[in-house]
């Protein structure tokens, strides 16, 4: 059984820095693409970063430059490292996995199977 458990989200001032990690357990990275997502309230949930199984990495326009993904195949982890975070980088931020279709694209929801539940982000001014 597949899961994937997002934590480290939190509170944080704006300028400031903040990590997030998705553990995942019952499959591996191997020609996985690991994404996450970002839904703010009364908004649609949309892209924020992924990367695949090669190492490749996707970052939204509004990340980037201030947002990192990266993998850590020995803890089955993937880490979004957020800097310079803004108001409007307030939001539940998922984790998403997609194991079995290595060439959907990076950046649609619907190429992801599993999904974490979510932790919140909230920057403060």
């Known amino acids: 059984q597949v899961q994937l458990v997002e934590s480290g989200g939190g509170l944080v001032q704006a300028g400031g820095s903040l990590r997030v990690t998705c553990a995942v357990s019952g499959r591996t990275f191997t020609g996985a693409t690991m994404g996450w997502f970002r839904q703010a309230p009364g908004k649609e949930r949309e892209f924020v970063a992924a990367?695949?199984?090669?190492?490749?990495?996707y970052s939204a326009d509004s990340v980037k430059g201030r947002f990192t993904i990266a993998s850590d195949n020995a803890k089955n982890t993937v880490n979004l490292q957020m800097n310079s975070l803004k108001l409007e980088d307030t939001a539940v931020y998922y984790c998403a996995g997609n194991f079995d279709r290595p060439r959907a694209l990076p950046s649609t929801r619907g190429s992801y199977d599993y999904w974490g539940p979510g932790t919140q982000v909230t920057v403060s001014s």
């Open positions: 990367i695949r199984w090669d190492g490749s990495t």
